[in-house]
């Protein structure tokens, strides 16, 4: 059962209670950082000992489809005067990680360079992303969601494409102490990328002809040599995680086979037209969370959607959004929903441009409706939220992500029968529509046995 309806079960998974319905929603109003911003508000990011920012830089945008008058460095460094410690960006992103490469080689944070600064490195929490599914040969499942933007044909051509882009000769070079904190398997969308991407984790055999994207990255995390993948034994990346914009089910059943936390963190879209869609809150973030996973949001705008582009994938510059908000919806209060729906950590929002003038500066502006608690908006403010969102676009903004569905039984019900004492029950969770679920109700012949709560239900 959800927390506003009689009608079905609900699912038996960890979920934490929303805050208490509070007043109505406040006006938002820009708000200008200047030179006496405070140090900015961060938050416990899961299991990956680190303390990110409530913004972290998107890779997109403008560090991606530059427009001709906006060079996309001065971008990454304002984020760095401004504080912010979180930056992503991915090997699909074109430009975006040269990008930061320049930016990073004016702060003195190529390893190996004179002066360079391995504090201010250590400092922040960098994550790219590949698209490639296996760590050696292809799979052989059909449909498996496996791009590349470059010439290697494996998970770990991306990582090293990674680290030369941004910290060596964009050629394949890279120096001696270049890492990533973190990698992402990017917008994991089908069972079968799913599939693919375990291959060989559990029985990992370095004669196989086919190994997963997971083992390979699992021996660059640890400086081992279990797929025959990593001879020199590097150290090339500290985390592992994944992203996804689509399907819920997908992302969730990728959480529940890593019996080992491989997965330190997931990137997941969250906005103020989530729970219009098959969404994400209710069903994807508490298995997160009970995993102490970090969880990173995104598509906060909806990829500008939510403002002056169209419902579709941005592919040029000219779908870059440059302004901050609009008459008709404030840009603030949608970065405060993303950043206090229950689980998020920090939220990555791509820069159209910046400006001198605070008011204008999409960066500025993003920074001071981040500095926001968890607890930072009642659920009648979120609510008040999500309906004026609903009337943009005919709530058909979040083109990335599925259909909605309503709540759903139980998947996989089933008993096990012991002979003297009765028998256990176990099913796979419940699907939620707009409410959260709190509890499962067991019913026999019209008779209820029982009740058991999310927060106690078994794994």
Known sequence: MDKKSNSSIKRRTFIKTLPAVGAGIAAFPYIHCGNSRPKPMTRSFGRLNHKVTTLGLGGQASLQWTPSDVDPVPIILKAFDLGVN????????????????????????IPGKAGYNESLRRS?????????????????????????????????????????????????GYPKGAYLDMILLHSVTSMNDVEAVYTGLYDTDASAEQIGALAALRDYRDGSNLTGLNPKEEKLVRHIGFSGHYSPPVMMELIQRDTENVLDAVLVAVNSNDKFYFNMQNNLLPIASAKNMGIIGMK?????????????????????????????????PLVRYALTTPGVHTAIIGIGQISDDPAKCQLQQNYAAAQVAPDGMTEEERAILEQRTKQIKGSKTNYFQREYVPLSAPQNPGAVYHSRQGCSLKWD???????????????????????????????
Do not use: C
């Open 86 to 109: 979180y930056y992503d960006t991915s090997n699909l992103y074109g430009p975006s990680q040269s990008n930061y490469g320049k930016a990073f080689t004016q702060l003195d944070m």
């Open 124 to 172: 922040i929490f960098l994550t790219s992303k590949t698209h490639l599914r296996m760590g050696k040969g292809s799979s052989s499942l059909e449909n498996v969601n496996n791009w590349s933007n470059g010439d290697g044909t494996g998970a770990v051509d991306d990582l090293k494409r990674s680290l030369s882009q941004i910290f060596g000769d964009g050629e394949g």
């Open 300 to 332: 906060v705008f909806a990829d500008g959607a939510m403002y002056s582009k169209g419902a579709h994938w941005s592919r040029e510059p000219k779908h870059v959004v440059r302004t901050v908000g609009s008459s008709e919806l404030e840009s603030a």
């Open 429 to 459: 969770t419940a699907f939620a529509g707009q409410h959260p679920l709190d509890h499962y109700e067991i019913w026999r012949n019209g008779e209820k046995l029982g009740e058991v709560t999310t927060s106690t239900a078994g794994e």
